[in-house]
């Protein structure tokens, strides 16, 4: 069954450092999503990405934060200079609109990413 | 804020028994969906149920919505020990967002005892 993949699983990096997330999304699949879940808490919309376009945003995606698809089957978060409070488990999640299961996103493993 | 929220937050009972978690939420809503996530691991989708739907089943899983006291109840029939992980509701906004961001709620701990 297909699914989605997040690399690296761990990261660990110091504060002020420049990350970047990857995933591979479902193949077919169009629209995609990062959200975060902070230790403990719940799990939180980062952003939403369609047609190499950011759709939707929340407040937590500020300047720091940006997504890429760079090519056919990545799909990329950076955090440009990381801060304590961005350690996290981070998933990456994709949706195919068309069909029958079309409401469901499918989530990745996760990277947990921890700033020191 | 629209963020389901669960009800019990951590819930024990025995293999075999059943397990009933609950899940409100605030504004209306286009569907709700319930995740699994096991300890430190991924989201599992479990289940979706629409907005004009009351009940639906998936094997030994039964959810119900009441739109009208916006809340939604998962039960889990006969449980084993390998459904022991953390039950999450999430709420698509109706006409909200445009491609159905999810709100998740803080989940319920369910520990099944074998």
């Known amino acids: 069954e297909p699914e989605v993949t997040q690399t690296p699983s761990h990261q660990v990096t110091q504060m002020g450092q420049e990350v970047i997330l990857r995933c591979v999304p479902i193949?077919?699949?169009?629209?995609f999503y990062w959200y975060r879940q902070i230790l403990g808490q719940k799990v939180e919309f980062l952003v939403s990405?369609?047609?190499?376009?950011?759709?939707?945003k929340s407040e937590i995606f500020d300047d720091q934060f940006s997504v890429e698809r760079p090519d056919g089957s990545n799909f990329t978060l950076k955090i440009r200079s990381t801060k304590l409070e961005d350690s996290a488990m981070y998933f990456c999640?994709?949706?195919?609109?068309?069909?029958?299961?079309?409401?469901?996103?499918?989530f990745g493993p996760g990277t947990r990413l921890l700033v020191l | 804020s629209q963020q389901g929220e669960e009800d019990p937050q951590a819930l024990s009972i025995q293999e075999g028994e059943n397990a009933t978690m609950n899940c409100s939420y605030k504004?209306?809503?286009?569907?709700l969906q319930w995740y699994r996530q096991n300890s430190g691991r991924g989201l599992v989708h479990l289940i979706l149920i629409r907005s004009n739907e009351r009940e639906k089943h998936s094997g030994r899983l039964r959810v119900t919505l009441d739109t009208s006291k916006k809340s939604s109840s998962l039960l889990i029939t006969a449980s084993r020990a390998a459904d022991t992980a953390s039950y999450f509701c999430a709420t698509v906004v109706d006409r909200g967002s445009t491609l159905g961001r999810l709100y998740f709620g803080r989940g319920t701990q369910l520990t099944v005892w074998p």
């Open positions: 504004t209306s809503i286009n569907n």
């Open positions: 990405f369609y047609n190499n376009e950011i759709s939707e």
């Open positions: 999640a994709s949706r195919d609109p068309r069909g029958a299961w079309g409401e469901t996103q499918y």
């Open positions: 193949s077919n699949h169009l629209y």
